[in-house]
């Protein structure tokens, strides 16, 4: 036996010892360190350990295998004590205060019960000290009679309680955290301290002021602690002098002016009026160095795309100096720090295109559609943008036919000699993908096939990221969800082995109802109050269904409409609408409530302007298919059915809808009741627009035929086609990311009676409001022209007294009443109208846009024959005698006979009178009301202002001789014969909830 207490036994032993049941049962065993054991009875045997065991011989078992079999079982003893003394037997944390002790445990590889080794230790050290929870951590070793005992101890880092920016004014701490986000710096509040966040932290708080101006900001940080366990910490910034940009010079450039090479510059150069030599300077921009050497590089942009291809622009040199000088606006000293660029450059020789080559292209052979993609022809002057937008137009070609891993390289070749560059592109096609799968997410109500049926793009399809980009513009358009982006809520997971492309689209369902309760000011419809109830993607295929009721005090509307989009299960867009209108055409009551105050016209001015009210009762059916293999294209077909009754409220109106043939064989005051329009409309639209509110790009083209008079009492015809677009400003110098949009609407529309019948006259155009020219007052652009009539004038003493029938009974306060014929001036509407429409949109903030207008309209009479009186109209004011020479107890006697000119002629310079309108509005989409606000400003430098005379069939011998018949003919002749006053505003400015286009 050696001192460690190993024991060697030869085999044969073993084989004894278990023959003769050597076990702990089968001898007697005492535990003791002081029991007396005599020799050759009894064996000691210390595995050392700390306790000793005796073991004594029984019958039975011969001494020599008795003392085998003792050490034996001392042995086993020995290991099972030395195994228990390295078991662990307790796991103990000490220091935590927010983490669980649960949660450290669940972190480490050792368990109770396990056997100690200090690798798993070291391990379970790694593992809670990665988590970085902890700025303090040790695990230590204790020995017990039970085992081995791990005590964990661990100082957790402090909580972040707040942060304060200090001193913080160029930026707000809302950019700062939009920076931390695009930075990836985790610091917040809530979450652990942790020192080198906190230093990341101020370089971008840093950085961020120096795009600002301040390029010499200092920030001091301070940690406080919070009992138990937080923190406080305190950016103390100083941002020091604004630095901005002072002169930028060029030198060594010979053949690009130095004001050139500035506009290239997009960060740095100054703000101006563009394009101008006096004020291009006006405003300098903050310095920022980090963009400098962008700015550089778009200076040796601007040789090449001049054809000098070698040209090279140095590293810039700058300078800082005090700013000094007199403030233009202030005439004080200024103030802060000026840094002046100076740009060295290297022109070098100027190249022309030689040719353009391909090489690697393989799957398109044509050469000539490659070339066509370069928007640079053989013997241009060399420009390196035009050469990358070919580039792009290719790889975009490329990708429509499914090869969307195509890699370009080009290549240069200069001849010093001819002074020539050859481009070679070398194409790396790959190889076309297939559209594998098409999964949809965020779907919970609409069903799959409603989005799958907006999709351009089919599983198994060659991949065209064009169309697929529809496919999100298509479904854009429906409205049913917010807004989709490709790049934001589409993915494209390639399968290089297969060739495939699977899809994954994340949609986010808007509302399926909505409840909308509205209301404004509006030039076309008044002071109202509105409530709407809208079921979107009704049971989630698409339908909608509406109601919607408006009380005005120009307008009221009642609606019910159903939209089936996809008529069962086909293309077909089918539509019914059931309404009950009724409209005020007043334009003096439209100008007081949008501009607050009384539109201040005379008796006869008023008298002019048409003001009716127009009941209508009706329906229309709609149903539209897109074109086969043309996106975005849909025909349409529209009947509708009204029933309309005309009030008439001034001379204008009833002298107008009275006298005009646009119902055949019904004439006076019936002409004004039951007027059923039945009319057929055949449409055609391609629409692109992004967003039928707020558009970003896109274009809109319609057209539209229409036809009434099969069935009901009017007849005519209306064509009408209008085009509009919109258009990111990615190109102007001064925006560009793009933002603002530049929106342009015309449209042109015409109306004619047929079949013997004209145009009714609340069908006819009447331009002026904030649907078309913003600067006019709603419905009064319009020609004006000669309306027949006659009237019942006062027989009147010079006294201002009235001649009675009775001279013997004055009381009955009856005046003798002079029949005479006169033409009122009249706004009659156009039978053609064009507007033009420009808008330059810039985001504010939010919903709220500012934009710059022009608007253009004309509002014209072209048809002569469709302004003349209806027979019988002509027919009753043909046929009495007008006039009262003679009055012989009360009664007229004698008089004239007057034969009207049939025809209803436009006042000159007043029918082809241009209309224009320039101003300024702000516009805001108002959550409650859900419609945009708008308050504008404009001026017209177009406009009517005529003086027109009166046309006069009143003679003196239509009155008696005498006194009064002197006074009366010389009011009549001042009252309808004098010349009439056409003057439109010069501005306007209006609030109003509505839209242009």
């Known amino acids: 036996m050696s001192r460690e207490g190993v024991l060697i036994f030869p085999v044969k032993s073993i084989h004894a010892l278990q023959r003769n049941n050597c076990s702990p049962q089968g001898l007697a065993s005492v535990k003791s360190r002081h029991t007396q054991v005599r020799d050759g009875d009894s064996i000691r045997y210390t595995g050392g350990g700390t306790s000793t065991s005796f073991f004594q011989r029984k019958g039975g078992i011969s001494p020599i295998l008795f003392r085998l079999c003792a050490v034996l079982l001392l042995t086993a003893a020995s290991a099972a004590a030395l195994a228990q003394s390295l078991t662990i037997d307790q796991i103990r944390v000490i220091g935590n205060r927010r983490i669980p002790k649960e949660t450290i445990l669940a972190r480490l590889f050792t368990h109770v019960g396990d056997t100690y080794d200090p690798s798993s230790v070291e391990r379970d050290f790694n593992s809670l000290w990665n988590t970085g929870y902890f700025e303090d951590l040790r695990i230590e070793r204790e020995d017990t009679e039970k085992g081995v ?109 130095s004001l050139v090479l500035r506009r290239s510059m997009k960060n740095l150069k100054p703000i101006g009026i563009p394009y101008s030599i006096v004020f291009e300077n006006l405003f300098a921009k903050t310095f920022d160095s980090s963009r400098l050497e962008e700015d550089a590089e778009r200076v040796r942009q601007a040789y090449r795309d001049k054809g000098y291809y070698n040209a090279a622009v140095e590293s810039p040199r700058t300078q800082i100096r005090d700013q000094g000088g007199l403030n233009f606006f202030t005439f004080r000293p200024n103030k802060g720090k000026r840094i002046d660029i100076l740009m060295p450059v290297e022109e070098g020789e100027r190249y022309r295109l030689a040719g353009i080559h391909f090489t690697g292209n393989k799957a398109v052979t044509n050469v000539r559609a490659l070339r066509a993609s370069f928007p640079l022809k053989d013997g241009d002057w060399f420009s390196a943008t035009l050469t990358q937008k070919g580039m792009d137009n290719l790889k975009k070609a490329y990708g429509q036919l499914g090869y969307i891993n195509f890699g370009l390289i080009p290549k240069a070749d200069i001849d010093e000699a001819k002074k020539t560059v050859t481009m070679t592109m070398d194409i790396d096609e790959g190889k076309p993908f297939y559209v594998g799968r098409i999964e949809i997410q965020g779907n919970t109500l609409t069903r799959d096939r409603v989005i799958r049926r907006e999709l351009l793009l089919q599983e198994g399809q060659v991949y065209n990221s064009n169309l697929w980009e529809m496919s999100l513009l298509r479904l854009n358009q429906l409205d049913y969800f917010d807004p989709l982006k490709v790049d934001q809520d589409s993915e494209a997971h390639q399968d290089t082995e297969n060739g495939t492309v699977d899809l994954l689209l994340k949609v986010k369902e808007k509302g399926k109802n909505s409840i909308g309760l509205n209301g404004g000011v509006s030039g076309l419809s008044g002071a109202f109050l509105g409530l709407n109830y809208q079921t979107n993607n009704f049971l989630g295929l698409g339908e909608t269904l509406s109601l919607q009721a408006n009380i005005g005090n120009i307008n009221r509307q ?302 014209t009479s072209l048809n002569g024959g469709q302004l003349r009186e209806s027979p019988e109209g002509a027919a009753a004011l043909n046929a009495p005698l007008y006039g009262c020479p003679v009055y012989n107890n009360g009664a007229c006697e004698g008089g004239t006979h007057v034969t009207f000119d049939p025809r209803i002629r436009p006042l000159p310079g007043t029918n082809l009178q241009p209309r224009m309108s320039l101003g300024a509005e702000i516009v805001s989409m108002m ?49 309808y014969g004098s010349r009439y006053q056409l003057r439109e505003p010069a501005k306007t400015f209006r609030l109003t909830v509505s839209t242009t286009f």
């Open 558 to 859: 009642f609606l019910f409409g159903f939209t089936q989009p996809y008529f069962k299960n086909k293309p077909i867009n089918l539509g019914i609408q059931l309404f009950n209108t009724k409209s005020d055409y007043n334009s003096a009551k439209a100008l007081q409530a949008t501009s607050g105050q009384s539109a201040n016209l005379t008796t006869q001015q008023q008298s002019l302007l048409q003001n009716y009210n127009n009941s209508t009762v009706g329906m229309n059916f709609s149903l539209s298919y897109p074109l086969p293999r043309h996106n975005f294209q849909r025909v349409g077909f529209t009947y509708s059915l009204t029933d309309s009754d005309i009030t008439a409220f001034s001379t204008a109106s009833q002298n107008l809808f009275q006298n005009i043939a646009f119902r055949s064989g019904i004439q006076g005051q019936n002409a004004l009741n039951g007027i059923v329009n039945s009319n057929a409309s055949f449409s055609y639209t391609f629409n692109t627009v992004s967003n039928p509110i707020r558009p970003r790009n896109g274009k809109e083209i319609s057209a539209v035929f229409q036809i009434a008079g099969i069935g009901g009492n009017v007849r005519y015809i209306f064509p009408a086609i209008a085009y509009k677009q919109f258009f990111p400003m990615h190109n102007l110098k001064f925006d560009p990311e793009g933002r603002n949009i530049l929106g342009w609407r015309l449209e042109a529309k015409y109306i004619q009676g047929w079949g013997g019948d004209v145009a009714p006259p609340n069908n006819r155009f009447y331009a002026g409001g904030e649907a078309d020219i913003r600067g006019f007052d709603i419905r009064t652009a319009t020609p004006y022209a000669y309306i027949p009539n006659k009237i019942n004038f006062n027989l009147t003493n010079p006294d201002g007294t009235c001649v009675p029938r009775d001279p013997n009974n004055p009381q009955l306060n009856q005046c003798i009443q002079v029949l005479l014929p006169v033409y009122s001036v009249v706004s009659v509407g156009g039978d053609f109208n064009l507007t033009n429409n420009l808008e330059y949109r810039i985001p504010i903030a939010g919903p709220v846009t500012f934009a710059f207008f022009d608007d253009f309209s004309v509002d």
């Open 149 to 257: 005992v791990l005590v964990i101890y661990l100082k957790e880092k402090p909580n972040i309680r707040e942060i304060k920016y200090n001193g913080l004014n160029s930026v707000t701490e809302s950019d700062v955290l939009d920076r931390y986000k695009k930075e990836k710096v985790s610091l917040s509040q809530e979450s652990q301290y942790d020192a080198t966040k906190v230093k990341q932290a101020e370089t971008v708080i840093k950085e961020l002021l120096a795009e600002h101006g301040h390029q010499f900001a200092t920030i001091k940080t301070e940690v406080k602690n919070i009992p138990p366990a937080s923190v406080q910490i305190i950016f103390n910034i100083k941002e020091g002098p604004t630095v901005k940009v002072g002169n930028i010079r060029f030198v060594g450039n010979q053949h690009i002016s």
């Open 927 to 975: 959550p409650i009301i859900n419609a945009p606000v708008r308050l504008y400003y404009a001026i017209n430098p177009l406009k009517l202002n005529e003086q027109v005379d009166g046309e006069n069939l009143i003679t003196r011998d239509m009155f008696p001789p005498g006194g009064a018949g002197d006074y009366s003919y010389a009011q009549a002749i001042q009252l």
